[in-house]
């Protein structure tokens, strides 16, 4: 017994093996932690993906190709047409997430993503750009979805808030690798760059196990058990998180329509559904696409090509924050500090476009037009420090959703939702999240064209103060909790501990 053994028999699938563990019964993370990262290389691609356009759109409005020399109608559509393949890529997962399973669904999002970047790697015309950036958009919305589900399921209760922020961390990672290759790289190489995180994570899928949950829910028992003895190891207790996971699934049974009026089924929907919808109505969507637009509107002393490097840098280290509060002082308390630094910013910026810059009837489509007076120059001078209010009032908006609004609404939502409701449910939050995106981003720019940049922020404080009041009244505290335990306070209304003595006797021993 000295030496590793295979961990399933012959004619069975083989994960790998087990590393060697003390005889106390432990825990060992470290499989753990690769099959997490094998799986957010998915995520890593999506933050990827979704800003391409930035660094790609001033490359092509000097293109020598008249085919692919964009307008204005044009790049707005190669910047949105992105939301509305990832709503696709969420509705494709509401009928496939929980039949193909997690692990198979994420590598299968490799397809439209490799395909999509070879389109626009070798694009001649802008239907071909449009093309490669919707089935991008798929790729990612079915990343979106899939991910969180598959990370919540492997992890154990301690460690699922610190690795359920991982999928938004390497969001932002990709986004930060995309503007660093975009100061060097032509727009065609940034396609080719795209497929290499795919293919990584392509790979590395093919060795890591499928999530527990999902196989026992199929009657893969064995293969279940096998899957638990690598994520926690050998000398873990896994028996026991596998009779918890077991009893869980016998009371669920499979979804039912009759079953949506059950509180257990209905409420987390509602929630998590609510939630997407909520996070995106902060208007974070609008804000990272047209930011630039909004500095020069407002006259922010800053020049433009440091704007995106400066956002992402600002979101990964707020990510990071919360990822190590999200495990200590819990969920709840960083939706509330989210929503109370969300509204507060919104504000300030409502504010002080309405009192100072309303009197300028100025558009984001048109910015040559915007402040030339000498009393512009005066309020807007670059000694004025009143020009640090949006700089400051932008930032502390993206602090804020990144640090809770962001990662958390993704990590509840795998934590809280049925596990027979769970592939179906994600889909639909994903789906009307990126819905909800799309109408914002193409809404943003009419809105402040006919009536100025305060009227959305002043929109934006009111939903983030809606969001502080839904956190407080529908939002329970999962931190810590098993995903058994949260099951059954959806279905006992409000009760976690679960009555061992109803143990099933025929679970595995």
Not at 298 to 325: E, H, N, W, Y
């Amino acid at each position: 017994m000295g030496d590793n053994q295979p961990l399933l028999s012959s004619g069975r699938r083989q994960y790998g093996t087990v590393p060697q563990t003390e005889n106390n019964p432990s825990t060992s993370n470290k499989w753990l932690y690769l099959a997490v990262f094998s799986a957010v290389l998915g995520n890593f691609n999506f933050g990827y993906s979704m800003v391409y356009p930035s660094s790609v759109i001033p490359q092509m409005q000097n293109s020598p190709n008249s085919n692919l020399k964009l307008n204005i109608d044009q790049i707005s559509w190669f910047g949105s047409i992105f939301t509305l393949g990832a709503a696709s890529g969420g509705l494709s997962s509401m009928l496939l997430n929980d039949r193909l399973g997690r692990k198979l669904w994420i590598m299968l999002s490799a397809v439209p993503s490799v395909v999509g970047y070879a389109i626009m790697a070798a694009a001649q015309n802008f239907w071909m750009l449009l093309l490669g950036r919707f089935l991008t958009g798929v790729a990612g919305g079915i990343t979106a979805s899939s991910i969180p589900v598959y990370v919540s399921e492997i992890s154990n209760p301690k460690l699922r808030g610190r690795l359920g922020s991982c999928p938004q961390m390497t969001a932002v990672f990709g986004s930060l690798a995309l503007y660093a290759l975009g100061l060097a790289l032509p727009w065609r190489w940034l396609a080719v760059a795209g497929e290499v995180p795919t293919f990584i994570m392509l790979i590395l899928l093919c060795f890591m196990p499928e999530s527990p949950r999902f196989l026992i829910s199929k009657n893969k028992g064995e293969e279940a058990e096998q899957s638990l003895v690598w994520l926690r190891g050998k000398s873990s207790d896994y028996m026991r998180e596998y009779r918890s996971i077991e009893r869980s699934l016998n009371l669920q049974g499979k979804l039912s329509w009759s079953e949506l009026r059950s509180p257990r089924v209905y409420k987390p929907i509602l929630i998590s559904v609510g939630m997407r919808f909520l996070q995106q109505m902060t208007g974070i969507t609008p804000i990272l696409v047209y930011l630039e637009p909004i500095f020069k509107q407002t006259k922010v002393i800053l020049p433009a090509q440091f704007d995106a490097a400066l956002v992402g840098a600002v979101r990964l280290i707020s990510v990071s924050i919360s990822a190590s509060c999200m495990d200590k002082a819990g969920r709840k308390i960083l939706l509330f500090v989210s929503s109370l630094l969300m509204f507060l910013s919104t504000l300030s910026m409502g504010l002080y476009t309405d009192l100072i810059q309303s009197h300028h009837n100025a558009s984001l489509v048109n910015m040559s037009s915007v402040v030339n007076s000498t009393q512009s120059d005066v309020l807007y001078g670059v000694n004025n420090p009143l020009t640090l209010i949006p700089l400051i009032s932008t930032m502390v908006i993206i602090f804020g959703y990144a640090m809770g609004w962001g990662p958390i609404t993704w990590l509840l939502m795998s934590e809280i939702l049925p596990l027979n409701a769970r592939g179906v449910a994600s889909g639909l939050c994903v789906l009307v999240s990126w819905v909800t995106a799309f109408i914002l981003t193409q809404l943003f720019m009419k809105v402040v064209d006919a009536y100025g940049l305060f009227v959305p922020f002043f929109f934006f404080t009111a939903v983030c103060f809606m969001n502080f009041i839904f956190t407080a009244l529908c939002v329970p505290e999962t931190k810590g909790r098993s995903l058994e335990e949260i099951e059954n306070y959806f279905r006992t209304g409000r009760k976690f501990t679960i009555n061992e003595s109803h143990a099933d006797a025929a679970s595995p021993s």
